[in-house]
């Protein structure tokens, strides 16, 4: 049995809801009786808290994401629950829960458990997990990848509507070719990676499975945004194209290798053609600097990072991790300083190749795998067969590339497909529109931004005041007025603005608050205009769990006027004046 949500995704749900064909309550019903593929899940939500949850959303029909289901890779911080990252030994209870979760909390989704995955995200198989090898939807024996497996099986099955993954090497694209949905890999730092187990710190990004392109945008317009406690985190844009504007490369075939696979190379030539026919102009382009970029990964010193994160733990539980997986991180300790700097500047090299070919180009096409394996082959050899899968994945994140993987249809013995649209860093909305037309989806259901996300404003950019015409010129529209939880403080800082500070509970006041409702991708526009103190994270609110808002750091309280007891901005302007 699958959920009426899973089945329909995220659009076609909140159609159902609109018309009232069904409501939350229903859907953590099916949720809670759907079944799922053997080792999809390490842990589901208990059915009672998912019953909770469907009755907090009542009355919060506006929410961009309400009562739909989602899934967690089990590296991704869950408060109240277990992160095991497929580790038993290294489980810990996650003290708080990731704000990239918080995010799809927030805009009103519903959590139905956190899905196995590659120990410690080392892998693109699937296999390597005490929870289970994971199988794709596909059967016949065929891997899932990882190591996002249980993720994009969860989609792919119709357990879920959507769900988390992470990606460092294709983890988040390689799962998604092998179960025929859409994987995406945003730009570092778009999704927060505050509250996820490293792999390569510097590399990983949060992806995003789906079944079709509109809801990958759907998601990504809520969960995208900087957070401050997130030193990866950051903001950015670059040239948006139409499809038909598009100036699109690919391989040349002799820089590429399927493994004498002639069904994947067909389907690869197939889905280019097609994408000529979307584009203004194509043309082959070299990629070895992109494939030389990959074999740094894990033939160079950032197997090492790995290891950075994880040795004070092997030492005390080296027999705990798999062998296999114990093996690839502790590789890392053959790599010396000086090994490192000159895979950088090697890298560095890579990286200006790679901007040119992104000067002449704004969408390189490439496979998303050479071929595919059964779990029989990648027992044979696992460590050359997963080099193999990652072949075309794994210098993306090397080079700061932004990459959706879309299902390209099925070798003619019936294995899937995969093809991945790459561009430079920020390009998400060029890939998803052309993703989204090669998948004959709506252009307009593409376009990040069109699904709101709520903003918390207590002062100058309320109505009437000062500021507020920012918001208006960023597609922002008033949803309500609210008031905060009682854990803020309000100051009058010495420049003028108010400065909303986040205290203990019960230490501060309810504070009146304006909700308003941009689109997602407008919060990076909106945060280059914010200047210290002031900032944009989460506020709690007396109606909702958590919203995005403007906040105060708390040093700059002294020496400014306390002035909570008026309940809000427009109090205190109203008895005091400006």
């Known amino acids: 049995m699958t959920s009426i949500a899973a089945r329909s995704g995220i659009a076609a749900l909140r159609d159902a809801y609109r018309r009232g064909a069904v409501d939350p309550a229903d859907v953590a019903e099916q949720v809670i009786a759907a079944d799922a593929p053997d080792g999809v899940w390490i ?37 109240g629950l277990p992160t095991t990252a497929a580790c038993p030994a290294f489980a810990y209870p996650a003290p708080r829960t990731a704000p990239v979760v918080e995010r799809l909390l927030a805009a009103g989704a519903m959590l139905a458990g956190k899905t196995n995955l590659d120990q410690f995200a080392t892998g ?25 497996s249980g993720s994009a099986v969860a989609v792919a099955a119709e357990a879920v509507a959507f769900a988390l993954g992470t990606d460092t090497a294709g983890s988040g694209r390689v799962p998604a070719a092998l179960n025929g949905i859409v994987g995406l890999k945003p730009t570092r730092g778009l999704l927060s990676t505050l509250g996820v187990v490293p792999a390569c710190r510097s590399l990983d990004r949060v992806s995003v499975f789906t079944r079709d392109v509109a809801d990958a945008v759907t998601v990504l317009g809520v969960a995208a945004g900087p957070h401050p406690e997130d030193p990866w985190s950051r903001t950015g844009r670059a040239p948006t194209k139409d ?12 820089a590429l290798d399927f493994e004498g696979d002639r069904g994947q190379a067909e389907r690869y030539v197939a889905g280019c ?13 070299g990629i070895e600097p992109l494939l ?12 090492a990072e790995r290891l950075a994160d994880l040795e004070d733990f092997l030492r005390g539980h080296a027999g705990e991790v798999l062998p296999l997986t114990r093996g690839i991180i502790e590789g890392g300790r053959r790599y010396t300083a000086a090994d490192t700097f000159r895979a950088q500047h090697r890298l560095r090299e890579l990286r200006a190749a790679a901007d040119r070919l992104f000067e002449r180009h704004d969408v390189l096409a490439l496979p998303t795998v050479p071929t595919t394996y059964t779990l029989a082959d990648i027992a044979a050899d696992p460590l050359g067969r997963n080099a193999v899968l990652g072949r075309y994945t794994q210098f993306a994140n090397l080079l700061d590339l932004a990459v959706v993987s879309v299902p390209n249809g099925h070798t003619p013995d019936g294995r899937p497909a995969g093809l991945q649209l790459i561009g430079p860093a920020f390009s998400e909305p060029t890939l998803l ?6 998948l004959g989806e709506a252009p ?23 500021r507020n015409g920012e918001l208006v010129a960023l597609g922002g529209r008033f949803a309500r007025t609210t008031r905060t939880a009682d854990c803020y403080r309000l100051y009058r800082l010495p420049s003028g603005v108010p400065g909303l500070v986040r205290v203990g509970a019960g230490a501060g006041a309810a504070i009146e608050v304006e909700i308003w409702r941009l ?39 002294a020496g400014a006027r306390d002035i909570t007891a008026g309940g809000g901005w427009r109090a205190y302007r109203h008895e005091e004046g400006p």
């Open 124 to 148: 693109l198989t699937g296999s390597r997990s005490p929870y289970g090898a994971v199988e794709s939807v596909y059967g016949g024996g065929l891997i899932a990848g990882g190591s996002s």
């Open 243 to 254: 499809p038909d504007s598009v100036r699109l490369a690919v391989a040349r075939p002799e």
């Open 519 to 557: 689109p997602g991708t407008a919060l990076g526009a909106l945060l280059a205009g914010v200047a210290p103190p002031l900032s944009i994270g989460f506020v709690s609110t007396v109606d909702g769990p958590v919203t995005q808002g403007f906040l105060c750091e708390a040093y700059a309280a």
């Open 433 to 438: 529109a052309l993703a989204a037309a090669l």
């Open 43 to 79: 842990g589901r939500t208990e059915p009672e808290a998912l019953r909770r949850r469907a009755r907090e959303l009542q009355g919060k029909e506006h929410l961009p994401l309400y009562g739909i289901p989602f899934a967690v890779k089990d590296n991704i911080d869950v408060a």
């Open 444 to 466: 307009a259901a593409v376009r990040p931004g069109e699904d709101l996300v709520e903003l918390a404003v207590v002062g100058h950019h309320r109505r009437g005041e000062a």
């Open 273 to 285: 053609v097609a994408l000529a026919r979307l584009t203004a102009e194509v043309d082959p382009a």
């Open 292 to 303: 030389e970029a990959g074999g740094l990964l894990y033939q160079g010193p950032w197997v």
